[in-house]
Structure formats: structure tokens, C-alpha cells
């Protein structure tokens, strides 16, 4: 083999000459690129072309380069771009022979690729590795058919040669714990996998789709995708597995998930060039027995070479990869590859589930309770669940029995595959790449009875292991049975959350009979902190593991971890229920959608979400993750609050009807409301929505001054019926608008960084905008229709989530007045103390409106909203017409209200918005010195704006990368969205009980997205 010491010693002016000389290239820059023993140059030509030279190893031989152009040619006239052409000279020659210090070698010249590598691709997405297997699968399609005489030489590489060159150079690792783990692996290679990788199909393959030679390009706030494969050195026949297991293990270097690497680049190849079941099961091997390859050349060629940095670019990254798969058992890596190909992840389970089967009916019960009827109980996170975050262990048994009471019933069944909220703790979640993720998706069955209740075996079985996996919310005691039935599979059961007392009583090796009890279900808390009950699981494989087993999967991971362990329901006895359903796919709820509702009812994200259940600052999906929720302003005090829930139960079962009939409620819900606004605003109206209370105003308005004209500002948007569309620019100026009515007068929004009159540049831009408005008020007068009224919102927020200039409000309120009109304020979106500093926004421009409307916040989701007024305009809207709204103000909504108010009073969430709200405008302000895209930021309390810019100067809008950053943060957990008239506002408007945890959270990630390829657009290194 090649040694790295005699690589080629060729300087810049060498390289220059031979280009000229050889190849008839003006040279303008030439720079050295790495080569472990070749040596590589960039070329930048005086043409503006750019290219590679290449000076072979002198003891390369020529066939093996002819080879490789070869593959070249016949990939370019296959269609597969982004490989490199041979360059030929002015008399044709595609080689040349060049003396050197070292010997004569090789020379060649290549066109270069533009891509940047994969080994600095940020971030190294799932789909950008599929998309890897998939430009690999597609290569191997194109070189089926293609021959070379050269194609079998003795490639070292070559994962045929795996076992003799690993073994080679095996003492040249002198740390014994590396030296340890690459013997168990060439052990390992020898005994499994080299003696069938003969039997492969065979394919020439690149060889060498490490992260280097792989190149990736990515849109302006867009995916990124490979676009590239260069140095085809490693070309040789091989089985064709080997070029989709060298690529997944070199892209599984740095991934603390590197089984959901392995499985992203296994599927991509195989969807595209579809593997066999036997390749398929050495994949997993294959990749992981190139990188002991690697690191055993390195630890040699180090010592020969070893001021060659080249050599140990990988070797770090390499050695920590292989130690994290250590953890993993071959067994398991082997069901994940098969999973993303496929195929059964455990093909041994079909024979364990057919035995279960066939012999269900002589299962013996696992849990000895005299006559039992059971109750399924819905413990998902679409259900009650175990309660809420905080509540006790007591609370939820007591929960827990009364239901079983309730149905009647001796036993609760917890589901098999049920998907739950309550794996909580740092235990459940996984390491992942990509998108953060939990354990959720159980594994077993739960039987719950009372402590103390004995558990039983189903079938004979020998004790494995008795231990206990302490800790809260783990297992507690545990006892693994094996079972060996005379004519079936060998298979194991699990039983968690036992009584302490078995771990010192039974040992492994015990042999029980049907029916035996060895155990006691445990009490709390011992038994993990859990209500009572025995979690009961099947195993078809333990993988090596000793005295415990997952319980609870990810929900990527769910297909692998069920066919290990699948459902033990059948041989307990239990109904089909006992499984828990799968819900509707995000395709198909989708297809529902558009077929069973307007196709204009729109969804948030590119891959909307499906959620099913919310808790405070948090959002959960059907997979049970969680997603912090930092743009769902209706729910202000919190999703489903304890609080707001128990009052909206406790009246909905003593009385909801309309406000014809006297209530209490209603009365003293309005005296509290009003009394958090100015002493003139006193007077309440209600209805159901903030479009119900804008159209009201409206009628209140024109009804007090006998006017139909209304101002409102440019950008706004204050509800979705007929006449509020006609009174939003956001909605009539849009998509699908037919412009503003002759009624409708749209004044310009008074934006203080994109708008005409700007903070820094202009003085007093509020006086200014205030001015523009009093030019349209003093027209309409001069045309004799003077305004009915002035809507406005206190902070507009389709507009960008700006904050008014100071003075505006003021100014723009004297001229409206001195017409003859009304003031009203839209505070549907920043009342009931968003803005930190007070209750409503307009507090903040220092007016007290004629009408506020409320809606959103007000009943925290449920379908509440006021009017707020002066009693003389309350007076003159009763002009014998009566106001009567069927579901306004019924006692139900009321208490509702009133429960909102308790909790913001309480947990002082108007000092939260305002105290968190500084902290994350501090933060905001950090990231914008550090990344320029941002260009401004603004906002009060927690209603908060970052304006995007792809130009300081210009500040032209950066759409698409506003857009490209909330699905990001959508994928890592964070939920924000976009507003303003160019969608380039990422607007935050999180519910008040948002911490400063919580914010920090948001900074972190959003610096992360920040930092990512598609925001710098690389091309080419």
C-alpha cells in the first residue's frame, strides 16, 4: 500500500509549471487542498474557471487511474451530475508523468464541483442524509452494467479487505480501551459479516462517500440537498451494500443519535436502488466496521507520518462514535436498519407472536385477583392522562380508584402503544440530531390493582434478573423472566413497579411454574412513584441487556421497539381496546380538511402539526411532544389552567342559558372588568368573539354620531365578517380582496422603522403620522362626511407588532374628536396586561378611548369578548332597538372571565409579562448586534416583533427567511409565526406565564436556526 511518506512534495510554482507545461492552463492562484497520498491543488485560472490538479502517489498505477476516469465518462453519459470531468491537454492527454522528489507520478486534471462538504453542513438534517442515500442509490442504478479490467485490483480500503487490514495494524492502537473496542469489532466482522459478504450482489462503487468528498448545496432559506461526489481514489468492485454503509458511517461521526443517521441514509438508498434482505442485515455492520478501518489505518500511518494532519482529520470524531455504539447491541442496530428498509426490525418476533397465539388460552393470569373485570383506562396525552405536571402520586391513585370504582371494575388496563404525556425527567429524553424527542409510546401492558397484589407467571420460566432500577419514574424492583418452551422460541417477560421485598428473595435462576406467583405489585414510592400496578411486557430479543429493558419508545423508533416487544394483550385475556388505536395521519387529517371544510381555512408550518393536547406554556402532538408555545395569545393565563378549567365545569354543570334571564354572574363580572379601566369607560356589552365586539363598536359608533365613515390604519386587521374585512387593509389590500370600500378611509400605520417617518431619522414621528391622519379627518369634513369613528389597534399586530410612536394615539385622537368622531381601540390582541406596564395598550400612549374591544385573552380559548364603553354612548345605541347576543355574557362565559382574572391577579402574570418581556427583549437585542439578518426589534411586555432584513440600508424585507425560520423552530420545538404587510415579522405573543427559562429557551434556539447554512447560503469552499 501507498505509504503517506512518500506522498508527492510538489510547491505551488511546480504545480503552476505543469499546469502550463502538460496542460496548457494559465494559473492565477494555486492552492494546496488535503490528500492522505495524493497530492491535490486548486487551481484558479486566469480564464475565471476553476480546477483540480491532481499528482498521484508514485507507486499509483496508471490502470487504476484510467479506471477511474472511466467511471467518470460513463457517469457523465449516464446523466449523474456533480462529478468531476477529466480535463485532457492541447495533444489530448488525460495523463501525464511528472518527475519529483519522490518519484515520477501521475498527473491529471479535473473541473471543479461547487458544493461545500458534508462534514460542515449545519445542520446535517435526517432529510439531507436520505437525500445522500438517495444520490448514492441513484449513482449505483447508473453503474449497473458499467466494467473495467482494472476494477478488481487490491483496493485496501475495501470493506472485502476489512478483516486482514484491521488486523494488520490492530497494535498500532496503543490505548487499551480504543485497542479493545476495535478487536471486538473485527471479531465481531469475522464471525457475522465477512463470510456473507461474498453471496452479495456486486456493484463498482465509489467506495469513499465520506463527509469530505460529498458536497452539499443549500437554497437562501431553503433545504439543503447534495449536489456533489468527488475523489473517486477508492473506486472498486465490491458488494454494492458497501457504498451506502461507507457513506452512513462516516455521516454518523459527531451524531449523538447515530442509529437515526445509519437509518436516514439506509432508507434513502434503498427507496431509490432497493436492497436485499441479506444486505440489509450487514449494513448496519458494514458502516461501523469502516470507521475501525479507518482509525486502524490512521493509528499506522500516524506513526509513519506523523505530521500528516490529514491522516487524523476523522480519527477523533471516529473513536467517540464507535464508543457511543458500543452502547448499542448489534441486534438493535440491525432491527433499525431493517425498520427504515422495510422490513420486519425483528424477524424472530412472528415466530414468538404465532406462539403466544396458538397458545393464549393456557396463559395463567399475571395478576392473582379473584374473579377480575377490567377497565380500560385512557392514559394518552389525547386523554385525562395522570394528571397534570405537580400532581401527587396520592392524587392520581385517588383518581385512579375512583374510576375503576366507578366502572366497577378490579383492574385498570393501561394500553399497549399508547402514546402518554406522563414520562417526564430527563430520563425520557432521547439524544437526537434533528428534532428534539421523547420516550413516549409504551411498550407494554399496566394492570392496576392494589399494592400487595401477588403477580404471577403466564407460562413456565426460569428467573433471568431481579433488580432494582430505582429512581422516580423508573421501573423500581423488576423482574425479568426467560421462557423456553419445548417446541417454540425462546422469549422473555417483564414485570416493573414490584413490591422491594422480591429483589432479596428471588434470585436468577429460579425455575416457576404456570401460574406461579414470585412477586407483589409495590407500593409508592418505592415501585418508581407510581400508582399501583405491574407494567407487564414481552421481549423477543433483550439485546444484551441485564436487569432491565425500554419500557417506552420514541416515537421514531416505535416500529422497531413494538416488533421487540409486541403486544402481550392476547395472553392476558384482554379485549382488542386493550391496544391503543393509531390516530389519523397528518396526510390524512390534511385530506380530510380539504375535503370536509373551505379550502381557504389555513394551517400553520410546511408540516402542520397535529396537537392534542396544552398545558400551560405548552403545546403537545400526537406523538406526545411538546412544543413550547410562543405565538397562542388566547390562551393568556396558560393553556387548559386548572383554575379557568374548574370554573368553566363547575357552572357548565349548574347552568348556561341566555342573559333574558337574571344571573349574578353577569353583573358582577362586568362591575370587575370595568373597574380595571378608566372611571368613563364603564358600561359592558357582551358576545362571543373579537369580530362580534369590533362589529359592535362599529354599531355603537355609527348609532351615537349618526356617521357611516371610519378611519382605520393601513396593514390592520379587526375581524373576519363582511364589514370588518371591508375595514382591514391586511385582508381587502390582499390576496382575494376587492379594496377598501368608499366608506373606509386608511390612514398610514405609523411604523417607526419601515414606515415613511422613522425613529433616528425624523423628529417627533408620532406628530407626524398624527398629521397624515388629521389630513383625511379635515378632507371627509370638507366633503361634508365627517368620520364616525377611529379603529385602531392600541399595537397593531398584523401591521408587524408595532408600538405606536409616542404621541400618536394623543394627537390622532384630538383630530378625530375635534370632527365630531369616536375613538375606539382594538385591544383583542394586547389587553388584560400583555404589555407588562398596565392592563391595556392604550395606557401606554397615554388616552382613554370612547369604546375598547376585548376578545382573545379574555376567556383564555373559550368564546368570550366585550365592548367597553361610556354610559352616554351606551345611552344613545338604546334607541329602541334591542341588543341581545344568544351566548354573550351567559354564566358560563362569566365565570369563565372572572376565572382569568383570578389567575392574572394571583400569579401577578402583568408583572410576569413585564419582567420576562425585558429579559427576552435584552436577549433579542444580543442577537440582533450578532446577526445582521435581524433588523429591528420591538415590542412591550410580551408582544414582541423581530423584523427581518436581507439589507441594513434598505431594509428590504428577508420573506422567505422569516418564513424559513419559524419552520425551523417549529421542527426544534418552538412555535412562533410571521406577521406584518411583507411577512418578514417573527411575531412573539407567548401566554403570560411564559418564564424566563422559557425565553432563554427561544434565544437559544433561535440563535441556532440563526447560524444555519440556509441563512448564509453557502455554495462552494
Not at 143 to 165: I, N, Q
Request: with cysteine; aromatic share 6%; glycine share 10%.
Amino acid at each position: 500500500m501507498a505509504s503517506p511518506a512518500d506522498k508527492p512534495r510538489f510547491d505551488p510554482d511546480a504545480v503552476s509549471r505543469v499546469a502550463d507545461t502538460e496542460f496548457g492552463l494559465a494559473v492565477r492562484a494555486v492552492l494546496e487542498l488535503d490528500g492522505e497520498s495524493d497530492q491535490n491543488f486548486r487551481l484558479d485560472l486566469s480564464d475565471g474557471r476553476r480546477c483540480v490538479l491532481k499528482i498521484a502517489h508514485p507507486e499509483t498505477e496508471r490502470a487504476v487511474l484510467e479506471l477511474q476516469h472511466a467511471v467518470l465518462a460513463h457517469l457523465r453519459s449516464a446523466g449523474i451530475g456533480g462529478c468531476p470531468t477529466v480535463m485532457a491537454s492541447p495533444d489530448g492527454r488525460d495523463l501525464c508523468r511528472v518527475d519529483g522528489e519522490k518519484g515520477a507520478s501521475w498527473v491529471r486534471v479535473l473541473t471543479w464541483i461547487n458544493g461545500h462538504p458534508l462534514g460542515r453542513a449545519n445542520p446535517p438534517t435526517n432529510d439531507l442524509l436520505r437525500d445522500l442515500g438517495a444520490w448514492l442509490g441513484r449513482l449505483t442504478i447508473a453503474m449497473d452494467g458499467f466494467d473495467h479490467p482494472a476494477a478488481d485490483w487490491y483496493a485496501p480500503w475495501s470493506l472485502v479487505h476489512a478483516g486482514d487490514e484491521i488486523a494488520a495494524r490492530l497494535d498500532d492502537i496503543d490505548d487499551a480501551a480504543r485497542h479493545a473496542i476495535a478487536a471486538r469489532r473485527l471479531d465481531r466482522f469475522r464471525s457475522e459479516v465477512g463470510p456473507r459478504l461474498a453471496a452479495l450482489p456486486t456493484a463498482i462503487i465509489h467506495g469513499d462517500a465520506n463527509d469530505w468528498n460529498v458536497l452539499v448545496e443549500t437554497e437562501r432559506a431553503g433545504p439543503s440537498r447534495i449536489c456533489g461526489l468527488i475523489d473517486f481514489g477508492d473506486v472498486v468492485r465490491a458488494p454494492r451494500v458497501c457504498e451506502p454503509a461507507i457513506a452512513a458511517g462516516y455521516a454518523m461521526l459527531g451524531k449523538r443519535d447515530p442509529l437515526a443517521t445509519l437509518a436516514a441514509v439506509a432508507k434513502g438508498f434503498h427507496d431509490v436502488c432497493p436492497l436485499t434482505e441479506p444486505e440489509v442485515d450487514v449494513l448496519g455492520d458494514l458502516a461501523i466496521i469502516r470507521l475501525v478501518v479507518s482509525v486502524a489505518f490512521a493509528a499506522r500511518q500516524t506513526k509513519e507520518a506523523p505530521h500528516n494532519e490529514y491522516l487524523s482529520v476523522t480519527q477523533g470524531p471516529a473513536w467517540t462514535t464507535l464508543a457511543l455504539l458500543e452502547g448499542h447491541h448489534p441486534h438493535l442496530i440491525r432491527a433499525t436498519v431493517r425498520n427504515a428498509c422495510g422490513f420486519d426490525a425483528c424477524p424472530r418476533s412472528r415466530a414468538t407472536v404465532d406462539w403466544l397465539d396458538e397458545h393464549a388460552a393456557d396463559a395463567a393470569p399475571v395478576v392473582d385477583v379473584p374473579d377480575p373485570t377490567h377497565h380500560v383506562l385512557d392514559l394518552s396525552v389525547e386523554g385525562p392522562g395522570l394528571g397534570r405536571d405537580g400532581d401527587t402520586t396520592a392524587e392520581v391513585s385517588r383518581r385512579m380508584v375512583r374510576e375503576l370504582e366507578d366502572a366497577a371494575a378490579t383492574v385498570g388496563v393501561g394500553r399497549y402503544d399508547e402514546v402518554r404525556r406522563c414520562y417526564l425527567g430527563s430520563r425520557f429524553q432521547t439524544e437526537s440530531d434533528d428534532s428534539p424527542e421523547r420516550r413516549t409510546v409504551h411498550l407494554g401492558i399496566d394492570l392496576f390493582v392494589p399494592a400487595g397484589t401477588p403477580v404471577c407467571t403466564p407460562f413456565a420460566a426460569e428467573v433471568a434478573t431481579v433488580q432494582d432500577n430505582a429512581g422516580r419514574l423508573d421501573y423500581g424492583p423488576t423482574v425479568i423472566l426467560r421462557h423456553r418452551p419445548p417446541e417454540g422460541p425462546e422469549w422473555w417477560s417483564l414485570y416493573g413497579h414490584l413490591s422491594r421485598e422480591v429483589v432479596g428473595r428471588l434470585s436468577a435462576g429460579t425455575q416457576l411454574g404456570p401460574g406461579d406467583a414470585f412477586a407483589h405489585v409495590g407500593p409508592w414510592p418505592e415501585n418508581g412513584d407510581w400508582p399501583p400496578h405491574v407494567h407487564f411486557q414481552i421481549i423477543t430479543d433483550l439485546l444484551g441487556r441485564d436487569g432491565e429493558f425500554p419500557g417506552v419508545a420514541a416515537p421514531s423508533t416505535r416500529d422497531v421497539w413494538t416488533s421487540l416487544s409486541p403486544d402481550p394483550g392476547p395472553i392476558l385475556g384482554l379485549p382488542p381496546s386493550a391496544r391503543a388505536p393509531r390516530g389519523k395521519s397528518r396526510d390524512e387529517l390534511l385530506e380530510d380538511r380539504r375535503e370536509r371544510t373551505g379550502r381557504n381555512l389555513s394551517t400553520s408550518y410546511t408540516e402542520p402539526l397535529k396537537i392534542v393536547r396544552g398545558e400551560g406554556a405548552w403545546l403537545f402532538d400526537a406523538d406526545g411532544q411538546a412544543y413550547l408555545d410562543g405565538v397562542n395569545n388566547v390562551c393568556h393565563v396558560g393553556h387548559a389552567h386548572p383554575h379557568v378549567v374548574a370554573a368553566a365545569a363547575r357552572q357548565s354543570g349548574i347552568l348556561n342559558t341566555n342573559t333574558r334571564y337574571l344571573h349574578d354572574g353577569l353583573t358582577a363580572y362586568a362591575e370587575r372588568l370595568t373597574a380595571l379601566f378608566p372611571d368613563a369607560l364603564s358600561v359592558c356589552f357582551f358576545c362571543c368573539s373579537g369580530s362580534e365586539a369590533n362589529e359592535l363598536a362599529l354599531r355603537l359608533a355609527r348609532t351615537a354620531t349618526g356617521r357611516s365613515d371610519v378611519l382605520c390604519l393601513d396593514g390592520a386587521y379587526h375581524g373576519n365578517t363582511g364589514t370588518l374585512v371591508d375595514l382591514s387593509p391586511y385582508k381587502h389590500a390582499g390576496a382575494g380582496g376587492a379594496g377598501a370600500p368608499p366608506w373606509v378611509h386608511v390612514a398610514p400605520l405609523p411604523d417607526p422603522y419601515r414606515g415613511r417617518y422613522r425613529d433616528g431619522r425624523d423628529e417627533n414621528p408620532g406628530a407626524h403620522y398624527a398629521r397624515d391622519l388629521a389630513t383625511i379627518v379635515d378632507r371627509l369634513a370638507a366633503e361634508g362626511r365627517p368620520p364616525a369613528a377611529f379603529l385602531a389597534e392600541s399595537l397593531p399586530g398584523c401591521g408587524g407588532q408595532i408600538v405606536l410612536p409616542d404621541g400618536y394615539l394623543e394627537a390622532a385622537f384630538s383630530a378625530v374628536r375635534a370632527a365630531g368622531g369616536l375613538c375606539i381601540a382594538d385591544e383583542v390582541q394586547v389587553g388584560f396586561g400583555r404589555v407588562g406596564d398596565a392592563w391595556w395598550g392604550f395606557e401606554l400612549q397615554r388616552v382613554v378611548p370612547d369604546i375598547v374591544t376585548l376578545g382573545k385573552p379574555i376567556g383564555n380559548g373559550h368564546p368570550l369578548a366585550a365592548v367597553i364603553t361610556t354610559p352616554a354612548i351606551a345611552d344613545a345605541f338604546a334607541n329602541g332597538m334591542e341588543y341581545f347576543n344568544t351566548f354573550g355574557g351567559n354564566p358560563v362565559s362569566c365565570a369563565i372571565g372572572m376565572a382569568v382574572l383570578d389567575v392574572l391577579e394571583r400569579e401577578d402574570l402583568r408583572g410576569n409579562a413585564r419582567e420576562v418581556g425585558a429579559h427576552l427583549l435584552k436577549g433579542l437585542d444580543g442577537l440582533a448586534t450578532r446577526h445582521p439578518l435581524i433588523g429591528d426589534v420591538r415590542g412591550k411586555g410580551l408582544y414582541l416583533g423581530v423584523e427581518l432584513v436581507t439589507d441594513a440600508e434598505s431594509r428590504m424585507p428577508a420573506t422567505a427567511e422569516a418564513s424559513w425560520i419559524v419552520n425551523r423552530l417549529r421542527q426544534r420545538g418552538i412555535l412562533l409565526s410571521t406577521d406584518g404587510p411583507h411577512a418578514n415579522v417573527l411575531k412573539l405573543k407567548p401566554p403570560l406565564v411564559w418564564s424566563k427559562e422559557n425565553a432563554d429557551a427561544l434565544l437559544h434556539e433561535l440563535e441556532v436556526v440563526l447560524r444555519e447554512d440556509a441563512l448564509a447560503a453557502r455554495r462552494e469552499e
